[in-house]
């Protein structure tokens, strides 16, 4: 829903009228509202008393009503013990008791006048929620951005400048994105001299939803083509950090050059590579990892002759490969006597004539870039397809069992106790709520197991010997389809 620019105001002097400094420490609803929310004023600093026993829905629709801003309260969810934003410094802290306190410095001028008009932003509720993760996060595999000015955006040394041509009576514009967790506060952009919003942050290479806050109105940036639909019936603007160029010396006379490759599904007819005066060129990003790829010269296809790294594609042909990221080692120690041992793995497309492993002292080894993510694989002994004996991470059943590579995780599940089960699995949005689930080990007193996971909301269980139960030590939950509910973890 909307909030109208009126009741905006009126909702935002009303809590400022409650909760002035030098007020005693005043509840805005009564303990034992079922809404789960208590705000109060202690000294100078304002103070939420969150119960974070109730359901994920049900917690931001409470926390819209007093104005929360959104991404402090999915750091805070997250474990950030402090939280900085243009308006202070957020501290939260979870006692051990199911609560979340969340408290922030009123200021020490409690005479003076607080300044509304300026700081009221017309919200999209229903917006707002689908970009805090109440849809898919987008696992795209590169991009090529379509700017109608290119001083829209510019990314140099990590730097990104986003530029907004306002209109004449323009007063405020904030920038709100995926890379400040769509802070409506956080961004705050500066005219310059030629009428134009600017603001520069440091930003990695990568992918990047958008919008402005014009005036308290949201809008997608005018002079970016690239969009992308979100749950609300909107849609954000889409910007691409570059991280890598392919180049292609000589062809000059060629009419048209363009790039195929593992990340574009090999798509023969896009992106086109641009005209140089030594050749072609393409700038974009691409996800990091390892990454086959060919040029195709008017038609014809063609290995890159500049790569450093050709390999058989096992149809009688080579590809070009190239990688971004950090060199990691499968490694498979023993089978003196092999005469050939390869790897494959759901990031080559399990295609076992490409990726060969080389003997060493005690066993085999191939150097290969993944970038951060969850990977299934198997080695190939002369013929023979085997799961890793030195990893214990698996997943699927019998001959269709699959050793589990996990490259930078980013969160540990835990189960305390259950040391009579026989087998814990954990599965949840994140591996399409499998059966076969990911595999648990026991470590001490719990079962684990690493995971990267991507931005955003994740709903998850654990399967104890054949049992769906919910995490008993995560108190966010949100019901499903069977009535049995799924616990939720936030991922920043």
Known sequence: ????????????????????????AQKINPADDPNGIVCKVEGNRLVFDIDLRQTLANLYT????????????????????????ADGLWTSIRPSDGKLILSKDLGDDSSKEPSIQADVIM???????????????????????????????????GLAAFSFKGGRNTKKVFLSGTFNNWSTMLTPMQKNEKGWWCVTLPLKPGEYEYKYIVDGAWTTDPLNELKRPNNAGSENSVVYAYNHTFKLKGFTKA?????????????????????????????????????????????EWMADPGAKVNRPDGAGNANSFMSIGDTLFFKLWGFPGARRVMVAGNFNVWNREELAMTKISGGWQLPYVLGPGMYEYKFIVDGNWITDPDN????????????????????????HGYEDAREVMVSGSFNGWSKSGYRMVRKGDNWIFPIYLS???HSYKFVVDGKWILDPDNKLWENNQYDTGNSILWIE
């Open 455 to 457: 931005r955003g909301k």
């Open 255 to 299: 009419r048209r050059v363009t790039l195929a490759a593992s990340f574009n599904g090999w798509n023969p007819r896009s992106p086109r590579m641009n005209k140089t005066d030594e050749g072609w060129e393409l700038d974009l990003w691409v996800r990091e990892g390892t990454h086959a790829y060919k040029y195709v010269v008017d038609g």
């Open 123 to 157: 919200i999209d509720d229903a917006w707002i929620r689908s970009l805090l993760g109440f849809e898919p996060v987008s696992m795209t595999q590169w991009g090529v951005n379509q700017l109608n000015d290119p001083v829209a955006f510019t990314y140099s040394d």
């Open 1 to 24: 829903m909307k909030i109208s620019m009126k009741k905006n105001i009126l909702i935002i002097n009303l809590l400022v009228w409650v909760l002035a400094p030098g007020l005693f």
């Open 392 to 415: 214990p991470f698996t997943t699927g059943n019998g001959d269709a069992t699959n050793s589990i590579l996990t490259v930078k995780p980013n969160y540990v599940f835990r189960l």
């Open 62 to 85: 409470q926390a819209s009503r007093f104005d929360i801003d959104t991404a402090v309260l999915r750091q805070a969810l997250s474990g950030v013990p402090a939280i900085v934003t």
